[in-house]
């Protein structure tokens, strides 16, 4: 069904392998639009709960593949048509997403990375805003996502000076959740992944939706737009599950309904 990206599904977790190693997983027209098809197809399945998106070798993702890039090309053109569908549907999703970072991450790589819920990353993982070094800003939605999680000095540092940094760094800056060692990484990311999975969904879906509607709500505003979710959540066969596992005293078990 994919040529560029590998997709399946494993006790809830929908795993989105970018699969271009011999190019370092660099984003190619075919490889936009499969992912943003992978992505649609895990929103829609009631039996994922969670995604996580990786890359296949030694990369995470190195951006876009320059082997395709011309001098004359229309760069605005391409965001539009090929980018910005992508990451609209990544936006979309209320289902947690993981970006597990088993590499490097560049240019629009990393941009994928930041559009994620969460960023695990392996101790030999790096990130860099590759942009500048080829005359160009960051794109697909970077500097929406980075000044957000890091603010805003920090991310102009990172998007006019283009420094690689560590994992390592990363962490301390707040731009990734863990740092994860190589003998544990297949291990650690599947446990993560598989506790966001068994978490309950929908409440998670509002949980996000309610963070990326508050940056552009008054606070009279959000307070409503809280209360209607919290209705939402409070209807919900996982609430009263959690309700009733409480005061049994046990451990609740969420179906993300």
């Known amino acids: 069904m994919y040529e560029t990206i590998r997709y399946h599904i494993q006790n809830g977790v929908a795993w989105l392998t970018l699969n271009?190693?011999?190019?370092?997983?660099?984003?190619i027209e075919q490889m936009n639009k499969e992912i943003q098809q992978a992505l649609k197809s895990a929103d829609t399945d009631k039996e994922v709960r969670c995604i996580v998106i990786t890359g296949e070798g030694r990369a995470f993702c190195s951006g876009q593949d320059l082997e395709g890039v011309t001098t004359d090309m229309d760069h605005g053109d391409v965001l539009r048509t090929r980018y910005a569908p992508m990451m609209k549907q990544l936006a979309?999703?209320?289902?947690?997403?993981?970006?597990?970072?088993?590499?490097?991450a560049a240019?629009?790589?990393?941009?994928?990375?930041?559009?994620?819920?969460?960023?695990?990353?392996s101790e030999k993982a790096s990130m860099i805003q590759a942009f500048i070094h080829v005359g160009l800003i960051p794109d697909s939605g970077n500097l929406y996502y980075l000044p957000r999680l890091i603010g805003h000095a920090k991310a102009l540092e990172l998007a006019i000076l283009g420094e690689k940094i560590s994992s390592a760094e990363a962490k301390e800056f707040g731009l990734v959740t863990k740092v994860i060692p190589l003998e544990s990484w297949n291990e650690e990311v599947t446990a993560f992944s598989e506790r966001l999975a068994n978490m309950p969904t929908k409440a998670?879906?509002?949980?996000?939706?309610?963070?990326?509607?508050?940056w552009n709500s008054t606070f009279d505003e959000y307070l409503e737009k809280e209360a209607q979710g919290q209705r939402i959540a409070g209807l919900s066969i996982d609430h009263k599950e959690g309700v009733t596992a409480f005061i049994e005293k046990r451990k609740p078990t969420f179906i993300g309904k």
């Open 204 to 214: 998670i879906g509002l949980i996000k939706r309610s963070l990326h509607t508050s």
């Open 20 to 27: 271009r190693p011999e190019k370092l997983n660099a984003f």
């Open 92 to 104: 979309s999703t209320e289902k947690p997403v993981v970006a597990a970072i088993n590499g490097v």
């Open 107 to 121: 240019g629009a790589g990393l941009s994928l990375a930041l559009a994620c819920d969460f960023r695990l990353a």
